[in-house]
């Protein structure tokens, strides 16, 4: 084990490249490191924000959702109402036409049946008057028989 | 083998096993030769007779191309480093630098700017000279005899195998360590550590005979903690080559426990720096 002078010579190489080392190589490296560390975090955290954003907009959306979908249930049930009311109107309208028609077509008959009687009567009476003429067979105060024979007529 | 191929390099030749060792531990040393001119060492008495002021080549180099290499390719990845989505170059980078980072923050706990880059540069560099280790014993040495056409050519190519390097590393941060201490608690608060714990002041002589081994004793186990290691692996990697065909499978199977080693031994560099240098920003407990 023999010391000489390469322990100088290796001691200032080893000087010179640790300041190398410090001035050139370990600020630049480290530099990067701490920047590339610095935007993971960045980046980490920007991923927690937009997964937090995403779960609020999926809340808001659901929320919207449900909504809607209550709103659609009542409008459906407003529509339905709606319809049920407009189909009982209809049936309303329609039984009292019906109606109404019924009562035209009764006065029509009870005013023809009137008619028919009234006719009917004309020709009793002159039936009656004719048959009586025939009975007696000669003529009577037609004068003083029309009264008796309207009377006859109106008992009919 | 004595077949000399078209440029006249021969392949070394080993009379022994000790030899074939003793040779792969040999450094490519320049320094002053016995007769007094500058030059390379061609045998290990000349390596040896050289003073303090002579230098291992090898691990030098070595240690200089692997330090260029990894630190080319961060700065080449610092250049077009992205906060985006990172290539497959950055990816490895980042996931260093980030261990360095991890490591530093749960270990240090005081402020430096200085600290991180350290961390990393001896983490990596250490792992790149480590490394070495890993590629057959022969390879780096023989092509480096190829290279100078000289099949004698001493050349170590594990730097962590030289006590020198992991010396300068040990020393550097030695010397950051003293420093941080004087530069946070005082010259005062620095010496104080040594007199007054951890017995109080009533037992000084004793405290200094405590903290000051132990003090000391941090730069001398960096060192020689990672030498060691890389020492015994690389004499392991040596004593296989030697053992013929079987070689194979063994250099497989200590290669593999030897990728652990590496990479324990550089990672235990880096932490036992950045302890080292939390315990010199930070006061110790009161005793």
Redesign the interface.
Known sequence: ???????????I???V??W???K???P??????A??QK?IADGLEAADRAQRDLNLAQNRVAEDLREAKVKSAEIIDLATKRANQIVDEAKDKAREEGQRIIAGAKAEIDMEIQRAREALRAQVAAIAIAGAEKILEKSIDQAANEELVKKLASEL | MADANTTGFSLPEYESGTEYIAHHLGFL?Y?QLPNGSWGIAHTIEEA?A???????VD??LM??LL?FMF?GL??F???K????IPGGLQNA??FL??MV?TNVKSTFFARN??I???A??IFC?IFMMNLMDLVPVDWIPLFAQVVAQDNHLYFKAVPTT????T???A??VFILVIFYSVKIKGLGGFLGEFAFHPFGKWALPLNLVMEIPSFLAKPVSLALRLYGNMFAGEMIFMVIAMVGLFQLPLHFAWAVFHILIITLQAYLFMMLTIVYLNQAHTKPEAH
Not at chain 1, 28 to 33: D, H, Q, V
Not at chain 2, 50 to 56: K, L, T
């Open positions: 084990m023999n010391l000489n002078a390469t322990i100088l010579g290796q001691s190489a080893f000087a490249f640790v190398f080392c410090l050139y190589v370990w630049p490296i480290t530099a990067a490191l920047d590339r935007k | 040393k320094g040896d050289m003073g303090f002021w002579s230098i291992h691990s030098m240690s200089l330090g630190m961060f700065y990845v610092s250049r480093v992205t906060s985006g980078v980042e630098v980030e980072q700017e200085l991180g880059p350290l990393l540069t560099w030289d006590v020198n390097i010396a300068g590393f020393l550097s």
